[in-house]
Each structure stands twice: as structure tokens, then as C-alpha cells.
């Protein structure tokens, strides 16, 4: 029996035996290394938990209308009930400017992104508190929680955007290739929700205050975002200004403009509100990336 390197050659050969009926190891390699801190979402990562966010998301509007009387019905009362309120008070005694629209028409193409935006920031404010289970237990990129609350608000949005049509269709309003714009002041509005979402689910973690303030600051916003008013209707220019610097500003002006054919905000209005919704973003993404690692501990 020969030997080679103090190894017999019939030992050499099993040893090679046994290696080839050793299956193939996985071609994904999982490299564990420190969280950076950047303000970045890792859209490789977020792509291999894909199905785990549309879990989240499903999750979410089951629980949504879980053991509701009349369900997905409520995405359609809350809208239409806040149009009857701003036309009644706004439209029929205050009298507010409504560019030339019934006044329903025009406070309910408003009231449609704004109920987005609102619900959309509670629930990404809410989210690591009500997943603390899941956070303190297994890993996930946790970006995904905030991400998956801010699209179940988008499926109230669809539903409630019927009655929208039909009120045009009441007051024989008609829309124009300008339409196929609005789900791009859509998309702005997701991304201002998520930047100041993930900042509030950050403080959320540490102090249960949140879900205390959110109301209180949505209610505050509203009436600083074109809503029940036009952003015209401002006298002055530099109040315009200012108010451009609300991202829902451009999104609202935006949003109407696309579909009724509303005067269309202004490229400066445009622009401040595109970069306000990044500021938000990009600082929303980094408070979160600091903060992610204490998550567990904290919560």
C-alpha cells in the first residue's frame, strides 16, 4: 500500500469520493458585516426580502379591517364624510376659491392624496412598535416594516378614487393626458411620508409619545397643505414660497392639476417641494441606518 504525505492512496481516493457525493454549496453567500450609516436603501437586500415585504403588507390590511362591520367600506366613508364637511363649511359660508371646480370636486381631489399622506406617516411611525416581536428576535432589513405601512394606505387610495370619478362624471368634468402624471406626485407623496415615518418610528422605539403626537401634527399640516384652499389664494408670493416648502403643497397643486386641469404649480413650487421630500427622505434614512443596530435593545 503505497502512502503520499503520510496518506494511503485508498484513503486519498474515498476522501475524493466523498467530495464529489457532496451536494453544491449555494451560489447566495450571506457576508455579515457592520450596518453602515449612510442614508441609502440597500435595493439589492430589499429585492431578496421581497417576499417578506409583501407578507407585511398583506399582513397589515387583513388586520386593517379585521372584524370591521362593513370593512374595506371605511377607505370610502372617511374621504367622502371629510368632503362633506369642507364643502359645507368652506364651500358654502366661507366661500373659499375653488379655481372654478364645485367645490366638492375640488376639496375631494385634495382630501385623496392628504388621506394617503396622513395614513400612510402613522402607520410607517407605528411600525417598529407594533412588530417588536419580530424585530428583537429574527434579522430582516427593517426598512421593510416602515415600507410595507406606507403601501396598504395606497389600496384605500385606489378605492376611494372611484367616488372621484364619479363626481366628474356628475358635474361632467373630463381629464386630459395630463392624467398619466399623477401617479408621479403619488410617488413623491409616498416618499415625504416614508422620510418622516422612518424618523418618527426611530423615536417611537424609545419613547411611546409618538402615537400621541402624530395626530396632533397631521392636524397642523393639513391646514398648512392646499387642501380645502388653493395655493393661489395666497396674496402674497413669499407665503407661496413658503408653503412650496411643504412637499404636499407641490403633490396636492400637483395631483389636481393632472386631473382637472387646475393651474399647475409653478417650477420653483415644483422643485422646492421635490427637494423637501428628499431632505426628508434622506435624513428619514439616516436616523434610521444610525439607530438600526439598538433597535433590539431598545424596544
Known amino acids: 500500500m503505497s502512502t503520499i504525505g503520510g496518506t494511503t492512496i485508498e484513503e486519498r481516493e474515498d476522501a475524493l469520493a466523498f467530495e464529489d457525493d457532496v451536494p453544491e454549496l449555494s451560489s447566495r453567500v450571506t457576508v455579515i458585516r457592520p450596518a453602515s450609516r449612510l442614508p441609502h436603501l440597500d435595493f439589492r437586500e430589499l429585492w431578496q426580502y421581497r417576499e417578506l415585504a409583501a407578507t407585511f403588507a398583506w399582513r397589515d390590511l387583513k388586520v386593517r379591517y379585521k372584524q370591521s362591520l362593513i370593512g374595506a367600506a371605511w377607505a370610502i366613508i372617511q374621504p367622502v364624510m ?54 428583537t428576535k429574527i434579522y430582516f432589513p427593517r426598512v421593510l416594516l416602515p415600507i410595507a405601512a406606507i403601501t396598504v394606505p395606497a389600496v384605500d387610495f385606489l ?62 399640516w393639513l391646514f398648512l397643505s392646499p387642501v380645502i384652499y388653493p395655493i393661489k389664494a395666497l396674496h402674497h408670493s413669499w407665503e407661496r414660497l413658503i408653503l412650496s416648502l411643504n412637499p404636499m403643497s407641490g403633490v396636492i397643486t400637483g395631483f389636481r392639476w393632472s386631473l382637472l386641469g387646475t393651474s399647475p404649480p409653478t417650477p420653483l413650487q415644483l422643485l422646492l417641494s421635490i427637494v423637501a421630500a428628499g431632505v426628508f427622505l434622506t435624513v428619514g434614512l439616516a436616523v434610521f441606518r444610525r439607530a438600526e443596530p439598538r433597535f433590539a435593545d431598545t424596544i
Open 82 to 135: 371629510t368632503m362633506v364637511v369642507f364643502t359645507f363649511i368652506f364651500g358654502t359660508f366661507a366661500h373659499v376659491p375653488s379655481q372654478g371646480l364645485p367645490y366638492p370636486v375640488f376639496s375631494y381631489s385634495g382630501i385623496l392624496p392628504w388621506i394617503y399622506f396622513s395614513s400612510a406617516l402613522g402607520a410607517a411611525s407605528g411600525s417598529l412598535a407594533m412588530n417588536s416581536t419580530l424585530v
Open 159 to 220: 378605492l376611494a378614487s372611484t367616488v372621484l370619478g364619479g363626481l366628474m362624471g356628475w358635474y361632467s368634468l373630463s381629464t386630459g393626458v395630463h392624467a398619466l402624471l399623477a401617479p408621479l406626485f403619488m410617488i413623491l407623496a409616498a416618499a415625504s411620508a416614508l422620510g418622516v415615518g422612518l424618523v418618527f418610528a426611530v423615536i417611537n422605539v424609545r419613547y411611546r409619545d409618538v402615537p400621541y403626537a402624530i395626530p396632533f401634527i397631521i392636524q397642523i
